[in-house]
């Protein structure tokens, strides 16, 4: 437990960020906010965060594709339930944020037949146990082991100004590392389970760029006989033994935040209920799985998307394909896919070749009907674990679920097993399978999540809604380069929908390409092992060092700048410096204006001749900076004098009615600076009345420092007189007085 709460509250408060400013509170007001319910959050975290289900778990944040891992083998629906309201996890492209997020619950389900109970004294026709999708396990089923996170290498360190600024400080914490290790980071779960079936789980996770998005899941399931937490071995063969992975896919992300308060999209897709889905490779007989030419060639795998909804702004059923910002000029909100692709299933215990007639169950299945039960079934009960198990062994869908769709909305298919109300997800069952006591079977699939970036999605949305709009006619720039003369909404489908299946079967091919190749892509030279970024006072300097040089690729370093936001949907890295000389170091940024917070990360890339055509980048995530850096004035001398002179508080009145007028908009804080420093000196501000509210020793060798307007305690100052009171090195001090009006 704590572990875990560790682990959650950075991404909690960003959550009531998120949630503040979607309530119209200014930036500043947002920090408030958070401040407020810091209290609440971490009673509430304490106090477990998911009812009575407290999870140990590992966090994969190396890649543009960032989750949570369980220790007990499926992320249920109600695991983290973050406040607003949104549980999902698998965020993708998380340089933007956690709140890309698409997958709101899994399930791990494992049952055979004529099961002999040691607890009830019979047999069990069938019996199922597992965790999720909508509830943990109850505490009689599994088991947990082991949980730990693997490293191939450490973490660069990354400073900004003398701190700690890498976000993988609260995240990749490491256990232990394995130089031999065939990924990057790597999740090992293990744990029992009262059907005698012991699980190992391997969640691996790369930093390559052409393999960032996805994670390999490797599954043994060993019949051990281990029926309980005591470790009471049971001997048994297991008949038909089935295994059975349930995906709800949602596709709100961003353009959901805070429970049923929507910034543009609608609430329910929050829960996917415009979810659609389609199943591939369920005969690989078919020619479209044969032969090599097919885009599809080989792949036995699910795919999972944004359908139209009918609770939204936009009535027409063609304008909402990628959930389009009416407010945003047209950004498109859910133009991604997810799903899984079957690398491998054993034959049987005995034959471990790969079966390709696996998985033998695709069927599309509701989330909300109760064989999916929001509470966890007794592992005693028949009749319902009859109903799971039908579930797990139903076969192939004779049509597939956008198909059954057609062009009408997902939420409007009436089959209530395969849609409830709450959208509709995926199942995918592999069996059945003999284990004899002390055999095993190994099953390897991909998760992936793709689809067009930001980036596109802005100028896509932008060159819609003028059309839309009617107040302008960009051209209508297609994927396959052709141009569309005038239909928007199929220019917009094209991206949003086509360019993006595109993505998650090319995500596809490359996991399979990965594990086929034994893990053995090619890599990109390592990011410098520590990148400082320190504020001057005529520019930001970064430092690295010349590590990466030692790769045999090494092909030079590129840097990119975001100004004003970070890990925001909104926020946009531009490339400031570029170069293919190993001994340059360092590099002045000279062009960042002061009272403004600028971000970094440092790649290093390779010299284009491992994979032809491509160039490799060590992934942005190793040295993206989360502290703002900010350019100073020159420090002035340590002279009391010198001080009295230049020490200055701007703007003095300090009035919040006013803010924007000196950060402009991207200004994050209600900020208060204090210009004329020396290079080392301390710092405290009382109120008027001589209560000491805040203190800082300014070290660095600039005369500026910014002051939030928060105490010492995080608390918000209130209107009123303050003094600022400078302390020299030699003893000496200088005082300036200041009015806040808020």
């Known amino acids: 437990m704590k572990t875990r709460t560790m682990k959650l509250v950075d991404p909690l408060l960003a959550l009531l960020a998120s949630f503040a400013k979607l309530l119209k509170f200014g930036e500043a007001d947002a920090l408030v906010v958070n401040r407020l319910l810091v209290l609440f959050v971490s009673f509430w975290i304490l106090n477990g965060v998911s009812a009575g289900h407290a999870q140990d778990i590992r966090w994969l944040r190396v890649g543009e594709l960032q989750s949570p891992i369980n220790e007990m083998g499926a992320e249920y629906e109600v695991e983290f339930n973050f406040p607003g309201g949104n549980s999902n996890f698998y965020a993708w492209p998380a340089q933007y944020g ?37 509830a943990a396990a109850t505490p009689d089923v599994i088991f947990p082991q082991e949980i730990k996170l693997i490293g191939k290498f450490p973490r660069p360190s990354v400073i900004v100004d003398d701190a700690p600024a890498s976000a993988l400080e609260q995240y990749d914490l490491v256990d232990e590392y394995d130089a031999n290790l065939p990924c990057d980071r790597m999740v090992l779960v293990r744990f029992n389970t009262s059907m005698g079936v012991s699980v190992t789980k391997k969640v691996m996770a790369f930093s390559q760029s052409d393999h960032s998005n996805y994670y390999i899941n490797d599954y043994v399931f060993k019949n051990t006989g281990i029926i309980d937490a005591a470790g009471t071995v049971k001997q048994q063969t297991l008949d038909s033994v089935w295994v059975y992975f349930h995906y709800r896919y949602a596709f709100g992300g961003e353009t959901v935040t805070g429970g049923s308060n929507s910034t543009w999209g609608a609430f329910s897709s929050a829960w996917g209920a415009s ?13 479209e799985f044969t032969e090599s030419s097919s885009p599809l060639y080989q792949l036995r795998a699910f795919y999972s998307w944004y359908g139209p909804q009918t609770s939204t702004p936009r009535p027409p059923y063609d304008e909402d394909w990628g959930c389009p910002n009416l407010d945003e000029n047209g950004v498109l909100g859910s133009a991604k896919y997810a799903g899984c692709v079957t690398l491998h299933a054993d034959k049987s215990s005995q034959d471990p070749t790969d079966d390709l007639f696996q998985p033998r169950t695709t069927w599309f299945i509701s989330p909300d009907i109760p064989v999916n039960s929001n509470t966890s079934p007794s592992q005693y009960d028949e009749v319902y674990m009859s109903d799971r198990w039908a579930a797990m062994t139903e076969g192939h869908p004779p049509q597939q679920h956008d198909e059954v769709v057609g062009s009408n909305y997902a939420q409007n298919y009436s089959d209530s097993r395969r849609q409830a109300g709450g959208g509709t997800a995926m199942g995918q069952g592999y069996g059945p399978y003999r284990l004899a006591p002390g055999d095993s079977i190994r099953i390897v699939f991909a998760e992936g999540v793709a689809g067009i970036s930001w980036e596109k999605c802005r100028e896509v949305g932008a060159n819609w809604i003028q059309w839309r709009n009617g107040t302008g006619q960009p051209p209508l720039i297609m994927p396959d380069g052709s141009q569309e003369p005038s239909n928007y909404n199929e220019y917009k489908r094209a991206w949003a929908v086509e360019a993006s299946r595109d993505s998650i079967l090319k995500t596809f091919r490359n996991a399979r390409n990965n594990y086929g190749s034994g893990y053995t892509i090619p890599q990109p030279p390592p990011p410098p092992n520590e990148f400082v970024v320190t504020g001057g006072g005529d520019r930001i300097r970064l430092t690295w060092p010349n590590n990466a040089a030692s790769h045999p690729h090494f092909g030079g370093y590129v840097i990119y700048r975001s100004e004003g936001t970070v890990m925001e949907w909104r926020t946009v890295y531009t490339k400031i410096f570029e170069t293919d000389d190993p001994n340059v170091t360092s590099f002045d940024d000279v062009t960042a204006r002061r009272g403004f917070d600028y971000y970094y990360y440092i790649q290093s890339r390779d010299d284009g001749t491992q994979v032809p055509g491509t160039t490799l980048y060590s992934s942005m995530f190793w040295t993206a900076t989360s502290v703002g850096a900010v350019l100073g004035r020159p420090a002035v001398s340590t002279q009391l004098d010198s001080v009295k002179k230049y020490l200055r ?56 420092e910014i002051w939030d307007s928060t105490t010492s305690s995080g608390q918000i100052i209130a209107s009123g007189i303050y003094i600022l009171y400078v302390e020299l090195p030699d003893g000496g001090a200088v005082h300036r007085k200041f009015i806040v009006i808020r």
């Open 649 to 704: 508080v701007v703007p003095n009145p300090y009035d919040i009615r006013a803010r924007i007028f000196q950060f402009g908009d991207q200004s994050q804080y209600d900020r208060i600076a204090f210009y004329g420093l020396p290079p080392s000196c301390k710092l405290r501000i009382y109120t008027e009345r001589g209560d000491l509210v805040w203190e800082k020793e300014h070290t660095r060798p600039t005369g500026d």
């Open 275 to 287: 979810t659609l889905n389609h199943a591939i490779g369920e005969n690989p007989n078919a020619p």
């Open 98 to 134: 956690i709140n890309q997020n698409v997958t709101r619950m899994k399930g791990l389900w494992i049952g055979c037949r004529n099961f002999d109970d040691p607890v009830e004294k019979k047999i069990k026709s069938v019996k199922v146990i597992g965790a999720g999708p909508k």
